[in-house]
């Protein structure tokens, strides 16, 4: 299994407040991906990174921001959770990115309630 | 829009029978299509994929077949085992332009023992 770290694992908090979820890899990979699962929609991309510093959005990402400072980390900031971001959130790495085929590498996912 | 799309949310399976899964897709432009497997409370695990170029593929028990005039593929699990009830996602992805895997919503197999 790829080295792939997620937390917390479950995490509960209100409407208004900022949450921020953690990603920590230990492959070494360039490419990090934040998803969210929703029922009826599949996984969706929010936010993901080419490199330290790099990041780009993805078809889900009003709401959320995200920073990478260091190779083995990704964080995803809710700076104002709402009701409609509660759901499971999974970060996946890559080594080549989606363009080449080259598949991703999920973590266990977070999930997180907005109440 | 869903550009990939998963319209069995289930499917029951007799162990030792074939499972068939089916995928479509909207995206002419799609080159690669990956399959992935998901346990309850974990993330999903990469199965197999196939490049647009080819029309079938095949690992072991698994093998994905896919028809770009139809834009249509399927994973095929023979023989099915009960350790295979998961749900399955599709997925697809450009050469150039998103980086992004574009999932379909899924479907559950149960493989009955």
Known sequence: DAGITQSPRHKVTETGTPVTLRCHQTENHRYMYWYRQDPGHGLRLIHYSYGVKDTDKGEVSDGY??????TEDFLLTLESAT???TSVYFCAISDYGTATGSPLHFGNGTRLTVT | DQQVKQNSPSLSVQEGRISILNCDYTN????????YKKYPAEGPTFLISISSIKDKNEDGRFTVFLNKSAKHLSLHIVPSQPGDSAVYFCAASVR?????LFFGTGTRLTVIP
């Open chain 1, 83 to 85: 009701s409609s971001q």
């Open chain 1, 65 to 70: 921001s995200v920073s990478r400072s260091k």
């Open chain 2, 96 to 100: 150039t332009g998103a980086n992004n």
């Open chain 2, 28 to 35: 002419s432009m799609f080159d690669y299509f990956l399959w």
